[in-house]
């Protein structure tokens, strides 16, 4: 019996409302007075320093979900984090827990002609979180958010002129070409000027060691940019955390023709069911 992961997935669009669900690409503000330098300029790149995150690791607590999240920020001068945020925000667990773990990174400053400059990056965080309950002293427990795992941080360069805020739409594709010719269809039809993701890239997901002969499903909700890389991958309910984690690194290498609005490349929010079933 041959194993083999299965991505299906299903359709469904719908309008987001424009105003309040707008994916942006955002530069980074800098602080009043500051100067921002970015990899144009010349400017070299500050460099992630080793981080301690044992006091926010927990391996006894209730598995929550696992994402991959990229951040916009300015490195400043002293190698702390300024104007951090999400690029494509979810405004959940994910994002607060990878916006925490940017802010008290530590970086060595980039320069520009041998001194020091607050520069513009893009942090990508892969983590996953988990809850742990607290007995507060009056008795009451509460429930913390705690980092299952030391997450897993890449630096890049801030592009210094972003795409504009445009409007997102929400798509769910078909795998298969007769399905996802039928999808076209249909979406044509709702949103006659815009053109959905189409899958060039698609890779298997491995099966996790710890699940053989077991079958598993993961949902993975993600932001297909106007590059048509995937962005903002998370878990949104999954077998058990072992194959989330392999869903994760298989999406994250998907590539796409991106959707369009007209002519112009646009970001888009997706979702893909990665099945890992036996055959």
């Known amino acids: ?158 592009p210094k002129q972003p795409l504009p805020a445009l409007p997102r739409i929400q798509s769910e594709l078909q795998a298969t070409p007769e399905l996802a010719k039928e999808s076209a269809k249909q979406f044509a039809k709702l949103h006659p000027d815009f053109s959905h993701p189409v899958p060039l890239e698609t890779p298997a997901a491995e099966w996790p060691a710890e699940q053989r002969g077991k079958e598993g499903v993961s949902l993975v909700s993600l932001v297909v940019d106007a590059n048509g890389q995937p962005q903002s991958m998370r878990i949104v309910r999954g077998t058990n955390e072992q194959f989330n984690e392999k869903a994760l690194e298989a999406v994250a290498k998907y590539r796409f023709r991106p959707a369009k609005d007209g002519n112009n490349p646009v970001p888009v929010k997706m979702s893909i069911v990665v099945n890992f079933r036996m055959h």
């Open 1 to 158: 019996m041959m194993l083999r992961c299965v991505l299906a997935v299903f359709l469904t669009v719908f309008w987001a409302i424009r105003c309040n669900e707008a994916v942006a690409q955002s530069s980074p503000t800098p602080k009043p007075n500051a100067t921002v330098y970015y990899a144009e300029d010349g400017a070299k790149a500050p460099e992630l320093a080793p981080t301690d995150f044992s006091p926010v690791v927990s391996n006894n607590c209730e598995y929550e979900g696992a994402g991959i999240v990229r951040l916009s920020l300015v490195v400043n001068t002293q190698g702390g984090t300024d104007s951090v945020s999400p690029l494509y925000p979810f405004n959940d667990d994910i994002d607060k827990a990878a916006l925490s773990v940017a802010k008290v990174d530590r970086f060595s400053p980039g320069s520009k002609d041998g001194i020091p400059v607050a520069v513009a990056q893009e942090l990508q965080v892969k983590l996953t979180v988990c809850r742990v309950s607290i007995v507060d002293k009056d008795g009451t427990t509460s429930a913390r958010l705690r980092l299952e795992s030391t997450p897993v941080q890449k630096l890049f360069p801030a």
